[in-house]
């Protein structure tokens, strides 16, 4: 925040990555993110971190969403919910580069990383977008499908039914437009594992120019 309010703008550069809640009421995954603070996606805020844990004995209870941005989390029914109101962070790191020469700083300015986000989508949603199903379904059962904001990459997390492990394939798209799997392993111990490691090789993908990946005959 403060470096949005404009203090150590012509010697930092600031760049923000973690994961955050995914909106889509279908999506059990976390939204995988990095954006630079010289162009961030929204003004950050006091809120956008906090959650707010309502207490049903209270004597004087606080009205839900008192605190904008903020998230509420309270029992109804004997369940507990928890509201979002939009973008709320779960996680992140913060990298911050000093320069100390201001003419560096301008020529940095023209690589630095645009916003990029990596989140879960629907299995239609990945067919409509030109995802494949697996070519061995027999071999693998798909868990969950991924896609970035720009539109380049989709990511699958799969289950290996013999080897009893995980493994994740990144599509990209080929010469002609069409996705092709570009990237993956296999041999990974658990989901999460594999859902991490898929998101972050989408992530360092998006920070290379590269968009289209010619097969080889």
Same mark, same amino acid.
């Given at each position: 925040? $403060? !470096?949005? @309010?404009?203090?150590?703008?012509?010697?930092l550069?600031?760049?923000?990555?973690?994961?955050?809640?995914?909106?889509?009421?279908?999506?059990?995954?976390?939204s995988?993110? %990095?954006?630079?603070?010289? @162009?961030?996606? #929204?003004?950050?805020?006091? $809120?956008? $971190? &906090? *959650?707010?844990i309502?207490?049903?004995?209270?004597? !004087?209870?606080?009205?839900k969403?008192?605190?904008?941005?903020?998230?509420?989390?309270?029992?109804?029914?004997?369940?507990?919910?928890?509201?979002?109101?939009?973008?709320?962070? /779960?996680? +992140? +790191?913060?990298t911050? %580069?000093? %320069?100390?020469?201001?003419? &560096?700083?301008? /020529? %940095?300015?023209?690589?630095?990383?645009?916003? =990029?986000m990596?989140?879960?989508? @629907? !299995?239609?949603?990945?067919?409509?977008?030109?995802? *494949? +199903?697996?070519?061995?379904?027999?071999? !693998?059962?798909?868990?969950?499908? #991924?896609?970035?904001?720009?539109?380049?990459?989709?990511?699958?997390? =799969?289950?290996?039914?013999?080897?009893?492990?995980?493994?994740?394939v *990144?599509?990209?798209?080929?010469?002609?437009?069409?996705f092709?799997?570009?990237? $993956?392993?296999?041999?990974?111990?658990?989901?999460?594992?594999?859902?991490?490691?898929?998101?972050?090789?989408?992530?360092?993908?998006?920070?290379?120019?590269?968009?289209?990946?010619?097969?080889? +005959?």
């Amino acid at each position: 925040m $403060g !470096y949005q @309010s404009g203090i150590g703008n012509d010697k930092l550069v600031v760049v923000r990555h973690g994961f955050a809640h995914n909106p889509d009421p279908s999506a059990r995954d976390p939204s995988l993110f %990095l954006y630079n603070l010289d @162009s961030p996606p #929204f003004v950050e805020s006091w $809120g956008h $971190g &906090l *959650v707010v844990i309502h207490n049903p004995h209270a004597k !004087y209870p606080l009205p839900k969403h008192w605190f904008p941005n903020s998230v509420d989390a309270y029992l109804e029914k004997q369940a507990v919910h928890t509201d979002y109101y939009g973008w709320h962070v /779960f996680t +992140s +790191s913060t990298t911050t %580069l000093m %320069l100390k020469d201001k003419q &560096l700083k301008d /020529f %940095l300015a023209a690589f630095r990383p645009s916003t =990029c986000m990596v989140r879960a989508i @629907s !299995y239609d949603e990945f067919l409509d977008r030109g995802g *494949v +199903s697996s070519p061995a379904p027999g071999l !693998y059962m798909e868990d969950g499908w #991924f896609a970035d904001n720009s539109g380049a990459f989709l990511g699958v997390v =799969c289950f290996d039914k013999v080897d009893n492990n995980w493994a994740f394939v *990144v599509l990209g798209r080929d010469a002609h437009g069409d996705f092709r799997a570009v990237a $993956g392993t296999t041999d990974l111990p658990t989901r999460h594992t594999a859902l991490i490691t898929m998101q972050t090789t989408i992530q360092s993908m998006l920070l290379k120019p590269q968009r289209l990946f010619p097969q080889k +005959s």
